[in-house]
Structure formats: structure tokens, C-alpha cells
């Protein structure tokens, strides 16, 4: 069975400041790997997804993630933090089949101090 | 391309009343969506998996005659919160699968807030 665990319920980091939030899966199958961000009160944005390509993974928003195998790890970085990434980001994983139900992480709350 | 909506964005209703939530892929065709619960300050928990023209598939723990699901057509699912008590007050999000793209990848509605007197 797939899980996914998120080091730090909450992450504060300065304006301007690198954005760096951890995700670390387990899947005893080569999985999808995924990076959500949640606004209050909205729905989920899809913001990057692994999908077995290229293991460096570039997003929206600026942000980007590697796959890195050895360490089961799709960590979420951002050179710059911007006040307008303050949100909650839920990582993700799914087994990679179709259609296939996808698992979340507890989340990560950022703040941005100006 | 690629929206979901759900329907009510927010619902208050007394204890013992139902409560129907609709979620519907607008441009395009769902065989699959999930439903999911949030509460405050947690992550998404998987419900069910909803497939149309199928019963639903629902995960360990989740009561499936109180949280019917109906998959009617290829652009609806209905979740119904049968009997609902304060405890069911939460958030509750689908997502939906377009069948007609190959990548993995789900598609959020923006969420419908229930509140349970």
C-alpha cells in the first residue's frame, strides 16, 4: 500500500527566501508522484507531477520537484518565496495506473514573513 | 479545460436531515471520480471511488449507507450525506479522472462546507 509522509506540519520562511517542503512516499510500485496546493476554503491546484519522465519535475508558480528513487523523496523547492505562496501543500502519491485512486500526505502549512 | 464544480459550495442543514452534493466534470467525461473529506487543519481523506454505472467502491471505515454515492452519467456523481449528525460537519471535496486524457491525473472541485446543527 501506498503512503506519504510530509516532515514539518508547518514551514515559515522569509520573502525572497528559498521554499524547500519534504515528501517522502512509500509504493511497492514505480508511482506517480504529485504536489498540490490548497487556498482556504478552495479546492486542490495541481502545481507539478512526477509521471516517470524526466526526475527533475518544473511547475507552475515557480515551483519544482525531483524524484530521487534511492531516497523514496519528491521534495518541493522554490528559489524565492512570493507572500502569495502562504498555503497548505499536500503531497501525493498513486500506484500510476489509470484511474487509480491517490493517496495524501498530512500537508505542510507555509507561512511567508514579509 | 479540465473544470470541476460542485454543488452547494456550502450547505447548513439540522441533525437528522439528508444532504445531496453534486460534483460534475463540465468539459468532460468522468468515468471515475473520488470523494474526499477534509476537516479543519487535516489532510484529504479518501471516501470512496465512484465509477459510472457501477456501485462505488468505498474505503475501510467509511460507512456506505450513510455516504450513498450515485454515478449516474458520465458528468455526475452525487454523494449523499444520509442522517446527518454534527460529526459529519466537514469539508468535502471530489475529483474526477478525464477519461479521455492517458496521464493520471485528477481534477479537484473547489469543495462543498457542511455544517450539521
Known amino acids: 500500500a501506498q503512503s506519504v509522509t510530509q516532515l514539518g506540519s508547518h514551514v515559515s520562511v522569509s520573502e525572497g527566501a528559498l521554499v524547500l517542503l519534504r515528501c517522502n512516499y512509500s509504493s511497492s510500485v514505480p508511482p506517480y508522484l504529485f504536489w498540490y496546493v490548497q487556498y482556504p476554503n478552495q479546492g486542490l491546484q495541481l502545481l507539478l507531477k512526477y509521471t516517470s519522465a524526466a526526475t527533475l519535475v518544473k511547475g507552475i508558480n515557480g515551483f519544482e520537484a525531483e524524484f530521487k528513487k534511492s531516497e523514496t523523496s519528491f521534495h518541493l523547492t522554490k528559489p524565492s518565496a512570493h507572500m502569495s505562496d502562504a498555503a497548505e501543500y499536500f503531497c501525493a502519491v498513486s500506484e500510476g495506473t489509470s484511474y487509480d485512486k491517490v493517496i495524501f500526505g498530512p500537508g505542510t502549512s507555509l507561512s511567508v514573513i514579509p | 479545460g479540465a473544470v470541476v464544480s460542485q454543488h452547494p459550495s456550502w450547505v447548513i442543514c439540522k441533525s437528522g436531515t439528508s444532504v445531496k452534493i453534486e460534483c460534475r466534470s463540465l468539459?468532460?467525461?468522468?468515468?471515475?471520480m473520488f470523494w474526499y473529506r477534509q476537516f479543519p487543519k487535516q489532510s484529504l481523506m479518501l471516501m470512496a471511488t465512484s465509477n459510472e454505472g457501477s456501485k462505488a467502491t468505498y474505503e475501510q471505515g467509511v460507512e456506505k449507507d450513510k455516504f450513498l454515492i450515485n454515478h449516474a452519467s458520465l458528468t455526475l456523481s452525487t454523494l449523499t450525506v444520509t442522517s446527518a449528525h454534527p460529526e459529519d460537519s466537514s469539508f468535502y471535496i471530489c475529483?474526477?479522472?478525464?477519461?479521455?486524457?492517458?496521464?493520471?491525473?485528477?481534477?479537484f472541485g473547489p469543495g462543498t462546507r457542511l455544517t450539521v446543527l
Open positions: 468539459d468532460f467525461q468522468a468515468t471515475t
Open positions: 475529483s474526477a479522472f478525464d477519461s479521455g486524457r492517458a496521464i493520471n491525473e485528477q481534477f
